[in-house]
């Protein structure tokens, strides 16, 4: 058990200071405040042979779990304990709108593959217990219509990421979900090997308490001090590494073409690293120039699924962009010859070939890189030029020399491995009662609602074994244990 400093506070039971909404129960009106003493630590919810699920976290996994939890199991009491503010990441996420999921892909595998991690392991049952369909349905059901962009996303008709927290909030209070904000749960460990003991701290005084609880789900997304408990309470870490982040190119004529969209190249990342043998990444895609280097989804998804050998190579190598994927090499050499004999006395910057479908800046840039002048005659550029510039537009280097560094990181690769959870539960393998959902855990998705939909999945599985659990255990003390 965790020892107290001289003059902390020590709070007996399941007691809950000032909330950010919630019914009190008697469990949670416990509220007596004491100096450290040795007398046995008793609850409320012991004494009412209630139970507790505490869940670590007020995110959306964590939040949506405690709403599962508390509708197959009404009578259990359901805690919530958030650092800062709730479900701040739903607030900020999709600019604003919230990509709540993602209406492209309703089977299981087809889902799974936009994990770079978790895409074996979340294949099966995970996305069939609760896929993008039933969060869809869940929302609509409580008043929150979505809608589905062309492009797969999900978000809310209002445009408004209000709308979600709004509803999980106002859905928390209705089902008498605690909520406390502004406290730290900074330990978790075990008594008698069967309940557990959270060391609750609050920044700003010289506060502590201690809760027991029946169940703990963490759900506390890339947070440190989650991944320090859940190494505390028995599991491994795989170093958390960013994911989602835009690339730093170094060119000094790129920011030229800061703005310009291209809608369909194909990159190819290929990396620098002491390690032999790195995969390269190829994705298709859209790609935007930004003022000091590439973004847009196609960067964003090579960020993804290169996430730990671009940590590993320090953020550091090559990144090969065909800007005309649907044409072959040869033929884009055709096209610029056939260009060159038929405009050959107009000026190089002021022509190209539409089939290309370029903007001007960038054909400008092209020329720029290669070298010629942007007043040139197309018939004064040499054969060797423009296999060049055929080379180039089919495969651009571009030097990669760091990543976004802005707060544009938008996820975090690592942390509880899958192997060490249940899947169908969300239970750990090593404690039984503990529970792991959304990024805490080694899954992540590329950008388009998928890290989302994670968070709702593993909270929904959690949440409804925990209520399983809880709605067969009427009497504490009496535990009938599932097998
Ligand atoms: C800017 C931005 C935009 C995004 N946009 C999208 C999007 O549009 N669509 C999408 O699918 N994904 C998006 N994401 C990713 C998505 O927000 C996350 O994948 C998702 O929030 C993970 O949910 P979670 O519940 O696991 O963790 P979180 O949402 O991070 O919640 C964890 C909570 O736990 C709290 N906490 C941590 N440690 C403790 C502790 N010891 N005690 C108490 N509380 C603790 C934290 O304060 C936090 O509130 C975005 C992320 C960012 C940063």
């Known amino acids: 058990m965790t020892s107290l400093g001289l003059g902390s506070v020590l709070h007996f039971g399941n007691s809950i200071g000032a909330s950010y909404f919630g019914r009190s129960s008697s469990m949670l009106l416990c509220h007596r405040r004491k100096r450290f003493s040795s007398s046995p630590l008793i609850t409320m919810a012991q004494q009412a042979n209630e139970q507790l699920l505490v869940v670590v976290g007020g995110g959306a996994s964590g939040v949506y779990a405690s709403l599962r939890a508390k509708f197959i199991a009404p009578h259990l009491n359901v805690l919530v304990i958030e650092k800062g503010k709730p479900l701040a990441k739903v607030k900020i996420s999709g600019g604003g709108r919230c990509n709540v ?18 895409n074996r392991e979340l294949r099966g049952s995970f996305f069939n217990i609760h896929g993008p369909k039933d969060t869809i349905r869940w929302f609509s059901d409580r008043g929150v219509e979505l809608k589905t962009e062309e492009d797969g996303r999900v978000f809310p008709v209002s445009n408004s990421s209000a709308s979600i927290v709004d509803c999980l909030l106002s859905e928390a209070k209705s089902r008498g979900v605690v909520l406390q904000i502004g406290k730290t749960v900074s330990d978790v460990s075990l008594i008698d090997g069967e309940q557990f003991l959270l060391k609750v701290e609050k920044r700003t005084m010289n506060f502590v308490e201690y809760i027991k609880a029946d169940y ?231 950008t388009g609602g998928f890290n989302f939909q994670n968070a709702w999945s593993g909270g929904y599985i959690a949440g409804t074994r925990i209520g399983e659990l809880a709605s067969r255990q009427p009497v504490k003390g009496n535990s009938v244990k599932e097998t």
């Not at 190579?313 to 010859?337: A, M, Q, R």
Request: aromatic content about 10%.
């Open 101 to 118: 999921t993602n209406g492209l892909f309703f089977d299981s595998a087809g889902l799974a593959d936009n994990y770079p991690r978790g």
């Open 216 to 446: 703990v789900l963490m759900a506390t997304g890339s947070s440190q001090q989650g991944y320090k408990i859940a190494a505390q309470l028995g599991h491994s870490i795989i170093d958390p590494v960013p994911s989602l982040f835009t690339f730093k190119i170094e060119d000094t004529q790129l920011p030229s073409l800061s703005g310009v969209t291209f809608p369909r190249v194909k990159a190819k990342l290929k990396l620098k690293s002491i390690q032999k043998n790195l995969p390269e990444y190829t994705q298709v895609g859209p790609m935007l120039v930004t003022h000091w280097g590439l973004s847009g989804p196609v960067i964003l998804r090579l960020s993804a699924w290169g996430a730990r050998e671009l940590f590993l190579s320090n953020y550091t190598g090559i990144l090969l962009v065909d800007f005309v994927p649907d044409i072959h090499l040869e033929d884009v050499k055709y096209i610029l010859c056939q260009h060159k004999d038929q405009l050959a006395k107009t000026k190089a910057c002021n022509s190209f070939p539409t089939k290309f479908n370029l903007v001007k800046r960038f054909w400008r840039y092209l020329l720029e890189r290669e070298g010629l002048d942007a007043d040139i005659l197309w018939a004064s550029i040499s054969n060797n030029h423009l296999n060049s510039i055929a080379l180039l537009l089919k495969q651009c280097p571009f030097g990669i020399a760091g990543k976004g560094q802005f707060k544009d990181e938008f996820v975090t690769a690592g942390g509880v491995p899958l192997s060490e959870v249940s899947i169908n539960t969300m239970e750990s393998k090593m404690r039984p009662n503990l529970f792991f959902a959304g990024e805490i855990l080694n899954v992540d998705g590329i």
